[in-house]
């Protein structure tokens, strides 16, 4: 059913609503959050290929598509985000631009070819696994590219994970965002 209060807020499905999954605790990043993203990245989106970690509602992902990326991998554990993913893409008439992968983090970036432009991530604030994913991204990043991390803001999130530096970090309330471009040379 769709979202009561996630929605798509810019692009070609602005203000369309996201499926949101029955039985799955999920924490969807804010609208405000999403918007101060969307923002920042300005036209890096334009053409970009995505990769949606912990996706969730997929709410990143399909946002990235509705401005303009030219595809999206989504990336989820769960049965039921997976099939709200699916519906909220066929809603928004951006399928063809969307991959699912169901898997387990990190192992499920290892299932992955090829590079992302943008990757987003943002995982449960108190998943253990989160660094070592975060410290996995780098191979899967493009030339230019930038990973999205958004994280509690109480949480200092490491300065060079592997293949990567960190560009910026912003605070919006209990949530941050952090910024990493790959490094030259790398």
Do not use: C, W
């Amino acid at each position: 059913m769709p979202g009561k209060g996630v929605r798509i807020s810019g692009g070609t499905a602005r203000g369309i609503p996201l499926t949101e999954p029955r039985g799955v605790r999920l924490r969807p990043t804010s609208g405000l959050v999403r918007e101060a993203i969307f923002n920042i990245l300005g036209e890096r989106v334009d053409g970009a290929t995505v990769l949606d970690l912990y996706a969730g509602t997929g709410a990143l992902g399909i946002e990235a598509l509705s401005r303009g990326a030219s595809a999206a991998t989504f990336v989820e554990g769960e049965a039921g985000a997976i099939h709200a993913i699916l519906q909220s893409l066929a809603r928004t008439s951006l399928a063809a631009g969307g991959k699912v992968v169901r898997g387990r983090l990190p192992a499920a970036l290892t299932t992955l070819s090829g590079t992302f432009d943008i990757i987003f991530m943002d995982p449960p604030y108190n998943d253990p696994a989160a660094e070592e994913t975060l410290m996995s991204t780098g191979a899967l990043l493009a030339e230019g590219g930038i990973v999205v991390y958004e994280h509690a803001s109480r949480y200092n999130p490491p300065q060079r994970p592997a293949g990567l530096q960190l560009q910026e970090r912003r605070v919006y309330g209990d949530s941050a965002v952090a910024f990493y471009l790959r490094q030259e040379g790398e």
